[in-house]
Nanobody, 125 residues
């Protein structure tokens, strides 16, 4: 059974930074790519970032490129999302997800097989 638990969300001001964490259970964490998605109020779930199983390759959504950084620690079974220069439009529930393969880091939701419960990030002016 795979469980993903996000943490680190909160209320911040525009321009601030925040780091999200996603802790995974199970023995095969380093066999799979991992991703972050978000869903703002009244919006569809949106791809944010993903990282291959080894951490050697990453991908980002256009709206967060240059501001967010995804990383992972396979020994700790944790994936991180460092968010800098936060904007009001970054307000959303952020979800961690496990890819179906070790190297798929695209934006297709159905190619991610396990999801966390989400953590709220609210950016105020």
């Amino acid at each position: 059974q795979v469980q993903l638990v996000e943490s680190g969300g909160g209320l911040v001001q525009a321009g601030d930074s925040l780091r999200l964490s996603c802790a995974a259970s199970g023995r095969t964490f380093d066999d799979y790519a991992m991703g972050w998605f978000r869903q703002g109020p009244g919006k569809d779930r949106e791809f944010v970032a993903a990282i291959t199983s080894s951490g050697g390759s990453t991908s980002y959504g256009e709206s967060v490129k240059g501001r967010f950084t995804i990383s992972r620690d396979n020994a700790q079974k944790t994936v991180y999302l460092q968010m800098n220069s936060l904007k009001i439009e970054d307000t959303a529930v952020y979800y961690c997800a496990r890819s179906r393969s070790l190297d798929y880091i695209g934006n297709i939701l159905t190619l991610y097989s396990y999801w966390g419960q989400g953590t709220q990030v609210t950016v105020s002016s």
